[in-house]
T-cell receptor, first 114, second 110 residues
Framework: EAGVAQSPRYKIIEKRQSVAFWCNPISGHATLYWYQQILGQGPKLLIQFQNNGVVDDSQLPKDRFSAERLKGVDSTLKIQPAKLEDSAVYLC????????????FGAGTRLSVL | KNQVEQSPQSLIILEGKNCTLQCNYTVSPFSNLRWYKQDTGRGPVSLTIMTFSENTKSNGRYTATLDADTKQSSLHITASQLSDSASYICVVIRYQKVTFGIGTKLQVIP
């Protein structure tokens, strides 16, 4: 089966600009996660969707970050405006409903904020 | 204090040698504990998954152990290869909450 697709792979922006990332999970996977991974650290969960509903967004900086999964399939994560400390890799992962403990990760989008 | 702590932070070993990575956690009980391998510039890939009641799980040259009494897990890599160079991340899952360790960066040199 095809893996989790993310785009773009790399993005360089200046602070205060806006940026959006896209994720297409594995077909049939109901749960989708967005993680932020700062260099040298483990991934930090930003938001978790179950179909098109939000399960957990407690660590999402809602003043600047937003995410949506309108049709319960692909998802977008937006940062507006970006700060220097947002420089990180943004990982998307998905799980099948009955195998919710097996996460499949995309390659990630590496964001550099200058 | 991080709920999942890994050691060492980094490790360099010679090709062909064995190594053991450690994970100490405070999340308890949990539904499962996983070890992921993350190559540079790639997303994490699952190596092993253990439930609370399991104490060992193997995947080729990778063997994970779990001691629920001491809240420790280890990942043992046998006969290391250059392609084992990566970060190894310990992940503990309790209900739907996923807690990642910072990872151990392993470098295998010829």
């Amino acid at each position: 089966e095809a893996g989790v697709a993310q785009s773009p792979r790399y993005k360089i922006i200046e602070k205060r600009q806006s940026v959006a990332f896209w994720c297409n999970p594995i077909s049939g996977h109901a749960t989708l996660y967005w993680y932020q991974q700062i260099l040298g650290q483990g991934p930090k969960l930003l938001i978790q969707f179950q179909n098109n509903g939000v399960v957990d967004d407690s660590q999402l900086p809602k003043d600047r970050f937003s995410a949506e999964r309108l049709k319960g399939v692909d998802s977008t994560l937006k940062i507006q405006p970006a700060k220097l400390e947002d420089s990180a890799v943004y990982l998307c992962a998905s799980t099948r409903g009955e195998q919710r403990n097996i996460q499949y990760f995309g390659a990630g989008t590496r964001l550099s904020v200058l | 204090k991080n709920q999942v702590e890994q050691s060492p932070q980094s490790l360099i070993i010679l090709e062909g040698k064995n190594c053991t990575l450690q994970c100490n956690y405070t999340v308890s009980p949990f539904s499962n504990l996983r070890w992921y391998k993350q190559d540079t510039g790639r997303g994490p890939v699952s190596l092993t998954i253990m439930t609370f009641s399991e104490n060992t799980k193997s995947n080729g040259r990778y063997t994970a152990t779990l001691d629920a009494d001491t809240k420790q897990s280890s990942l043992h890599i046998t006969a290391s290869q250059l392609s084992d160079s990566a970060s190894y991340i310990c992940v503990v899952i309790r209900y739907q909450k996923v807690t990642f360790g910072i990872g151990t960066k392993l470098q295998v040199i010829p």
